[in-house]
């Protein structure tokens, strides 16, 4: 039989928490698990490292010193973020949940609560956040995309991605062999229009090959003089 902690182990979690004995204690049952845990005091603290790095898992305050939960699950959710949110809240009213369920989150446990309801949470929300049917991961000769743990796999080495990099490294593979322009990057990985001002496309596959190149001399991302790149595998 599959337990919570086994469907939870190995994950990257962000917890969003002012109060210094929850945060404690959450971070110790979520790390006893063999989860990676990172923890934010404040809703500014939380959100920047929400945008910027690759969680699987956010569990987040409501009365946060400098804002609030709600401002930050609809502000990440707005930047495309679409990592589960969990929230943790000593408030009971249903209008309190409703609202935040509103903004993004996914789930609702009250404080206080118990650890084991937490773990059961966590693992329904992870169950929930890959549907039947879709693949899992993705592989292309040496170079495997696991899409639960979000991380890149090379040579049997896990390399960390932001959600940038793992966004775009997603895109590339499920179009391997296809020349796919900056426009079409822009548009279907950061769902923007393309500003040809703007060299953030280059910057990002520059940072996904330097990670790729520490683990393979293959260049799995070919560059196309005045059409985009090309995905091709080993």
């Given at each position: 039989m599959t337990t919570s902690a086994d469907q939870q182990n190995g994950m990257k979690i962000l917890v969003i928490e002012d109060d210094p004995t929850v945060r404690t204690l959450v971070k110790a049952v979520l790390e006893h698990r063999g989860n990676t845990v990172s923890v934010a005091e404040t809703a500014s603290e939380g959100e920047r490292l929400a945008l910027e790095n690759n969680f699987n898992m956010i569990i987040l305050d409501l009365r946060l010193p400098d804002g609030n939960g709600y401002d930050v699950c609809e502000k990440i959710r707005e930047e495309g973020v679409t990592t589960p949110v969990l929230v943790l809240s000593a408030e009971h009213e249903t209008d309190v949940k409703i609202k935040i369920l509103n903004v993004g989150a996914d789930d609702y446990l009250t404080k206080p609560f118990n650890s084991e309801e937490l773990m059961a949470r966590l693992d329904a929300i992870a169950r929930r956040s890959v549907p039947k049917g879709v693949d899992k991961e993705l592989v292309c000769g040496q170079l495997k995309v696991?899409?639960?743990?979000?991380?890149?796999?090379?040579?049997?080495?896990?390399?960390?991605?932001?959600?940038?990099?793992?966004?775009?490294?997603?895109?590339?593979?499920?179009?391997?062999?296809?020349?796919?322009?900056?426009?079409e990057l822009a548009k279907n990985v950061w769902n923007i229009h393309f500003d040809t001002q703007t060299n953030y496309i280059n910057v990002y596959i520059s940072y996904l090959r330097k990670k790729m190149r520490e683990h393979t001399d293959y260049d799995f991302i070919e560059t196309v003089r005045k059409k985009g790149f090309v995905f091709q595998c080993e």
């Open positions: 696991d899409l639960i743990t979000r991380k890149m796999i090379i040579k049997e080495n896990e390399v960390d991605l932001t959600n940038n990099e793992f966004n775009l490294l997603v895109y590339f593979m499920r179009n391997k062999g296809k020349v796919i322009s900056q426009e």
